[in-house]
């Protein structure tokens, strides 16, 4: 299969597979059914969803000031804050820390924002084995693959897939489809690599300003695991997931499992708030807390585009969207895919290189309708639309980008041709002659009509045919 | 990087100033009467095994619970109420294990040997099953994760309906190391959104519920 350059290339080809296509639309039917019944009341989701949107609105509206009460009392817990401005200042605090302590393994709990930096390329290039504990996670680096969803990062594979992945990967296991033998395996392989790491490295799903916590939820015991048992954690996240106090945890706890995999909530909800205590028998004797810009406070700056920080990642906006759905998460080739991606990416990356992404909708609103949070996604890929052709401000790195001469010269001449009357009768009666004599595959029509049969243009206009019929202009 | 944070927060701070807007009222579920069974029927929707015990009768119970398993190890915390209580029932029973040495000198055990754990809950939140655990100088975290099966006590005056009410005042008073909301055994569906139990914690969770 030939590389594909551009999302549509991409799709086109992910469109045609067939076991691709089956994997998602099983996994996606499930997931929105489950969702479905965890909100069974109207009137309760709304209020709720109002609550979950109005705290994160509140906590950005205080961005600057939570995140310096956040290191504080951190700080005073004895959690080292960390700030880095790019991935590669994030991947170069978690190295630095990981070399003073000696560490040669360091095993993960699941997080996207050291996707989104690449930290476990980092950290091999520098000798540090980095191993993933999720099993979705683990799965997929076996198979040295990037996350496909941000919550089930192998969503795209079957068991027979994984079955053949494991039997080749692991010493000793058969082949088998039986998800529990698979889990087992996976539980004998990492269990041995829990007790033997050096450091855990982990997400965080919120960070709480009053009491200095670290909020991680999970099901496997995978996040418990990796922040408990070695004697150094990392957390790693984003500067936008910080809340203002404990009880605004309860409401987004209540909108983000339900939302993202149908469970009234996870099986493990961390609470971390310190490295171990005097006295106390177990947990890491050092933690840090790594706060990733990555052009999050550009974001902020512009009041429309922030609302895009309040996400919780929860991706109910991509099993709900009918193009990540049919396509899949690798077709977006990014860390983000779905929905968020598609206007996250283009924010952090640039629409110089992401400025496909927010093409790569229609418009039909579905991720909004569902969003937890209320994040008014199709606004937003409108005005990231705009940003690529016709920049308002610096708001978004590579505005403009999408600009073509060709496109603005038609739309010049399409302004013209409707701002005068004389204009559009003309062309309108040359259309008439010719356009049916146009063949579909000239350059402009090629692309629309490779999937649609060219419409026949009539042989006379409206405005003929009322002025025929004696109806005159007003 | 001190000039990361300066250059981060400065962003943030020249950014247009933009209203916070109020709280909308949310009402979380509440049972009355109804605590109990809510509780109960959502720790057995989320796979957990569930016994009614007395205050005084179940460290037999227990006893018998396990017998009929054939477990040969627990492991218990000798410093808390519970795993004295647990203890004195219990004499020298040859199952116990005390959880009592720093992780560093107690790790093959606690990851290879220990067939299960007993820890006591803080409080249970009815709305969704949920055991809250308090880890301390004398329960440590690892109890209620590296053992196969994990057993929790928990008094029925402690249940709340939601966790709303749970977390009201934990900031006043001070929050441990680690707290920990647990709802059932750990799992995954990671594998084509087929539940499997016991991915890397306790396969199996049993919740003696103390009226």
Redesign the interface.
Known sequence: MEPDPDFAGRAHVALGDSKLRANFR??MD??MAKRKAQFPDPAAWA??R??GA??R??S?????EL??KLEAKCRANGIQV????TPA?GNS?VLDILKRHQARTVIKGKSMVTEEMHLNAHLEANGIEAVE????EY?IQLAHQAPSHIV???IHM??GE?ATLFEANIPGQPYTED??A???A??RV??ER??AADAGISGANFLVA??G?VVLIE????G??S???PPLHIAVTG?EKVVE???D???L??LLPRSA?GQ????????????????????PTEVHLV?L?NGR??V??D?EL?DTLRCIRCGACMNHCPVYTRVGGHTYNFVYPGPIGKILTPQIEGLDCAGDQPHASTLCGACAEVCPVKIPLTDILVRLRQEGVRPTSGAVKGGGANRSAVEALVWRGWRAMYASPLLYRLATRALALVGNWLPAGLPMLKEWTSVRVKPRFAAKSLHQLAKEKGIKDE | MSDARLRILSRLKAAPPRPAPALPEWVPPTYGEGRIERFVAMLEANHAEVHHVTASGWPATLDALLAARGLRTLLFAPGTPLGARLAEAWGDDQRLLPYDQPVEALKPTLVHDAEAGITAAKGGIAETGTLILWPSVAEPRLMSLLPPLHIVVVEAATLVDNLAQAVTGWAQGGMPTNALLISGPSKTADIEQTLAYGVHGPKELMVLIVT
């Open positions: 099983r996994a499930g997931l209020q709720l109002a609550r109005a705290v609105a509140r950005l509206a205080r961005l600057p995140l310096e960390h700030w880095a401005e200042e605090i504990t999720d099993l979705g799965i089930m990062p192998c079957n068991k994984i998800v529990d698979l889990t087992a996976a539980r990492l269990r829990f007790a009053e009491t916590t099901n496997e015991g995978n418990r695991m922040t408990t048992l500067i106090s404990l009880d945890v309860p409401p706890l209540a995999t009234p909530i996870t099986t493990y909800v961390n609470m971390i708030s310190s490295p171990r205590r005097e006295g106390e028998k177990d947990g706060l810009d406070s550009r902020y700056g009041l922030a």
